[in-house]
Nanobody, 126 residues
């Protein structure tokens, strides 16, 4: 089992910057992929970015590519999402997720992820 805790959300003006962090804790030695998803009111949860256990694969959604950067210091370290040039449409609850079954893959679909954090609110004002 993997416990995930997000931090770093808040209110920012359009064009601004935020840095989200996801701390993962587990008693298992199994590696895992980590990812960010987001969910706006009335919408389905959508993929934002992912990073596999080694950091060699980092897919992004088209809507955030070139604005967001995902990273992790090592296979067990915290995951960071640096968000720049924020837009009002980035407003959502951002969730950290872990996939322990495909640590090499950096999957982009909700169904691949077994563990989820509680989420952190990001609000971008226009």
């Amino acid at each position: 089992q993997v416990q995930l805790v997000e931090s770093g959300g808040g209110l920012v003006e359009a064009g601004g910057f935020l840095r989200l962090s996801c701390a993962a804790s587990t008693h298992s030695s199994r590696p895992y992929t980590l990812a960010w998803f987001r969910q706006a009111p009335g919408k389905e949860r959508e993929f934002v970015a992912a990073i596999n256990w080694s950091g060699s694969s980092t897919p992004y959604s088209d809507s955030v590519k070139d604005r967001f950067t995902i990273s992790r210091a090592n296979a067990k370290g915290p995951m960071i999402l640096q968000m720049s040039s924020l837009k009002p449409e980035d407003t959502a609850v951002y969730y950290c997720a872990a996939d322990i079954n495909h640590p090499w893959m950096a999957a982009t679909t909700v169904e691949n992820y077994d563990y989820w954090g509680q989420g952190t609110q990001v609000t971008v004002s226009s």
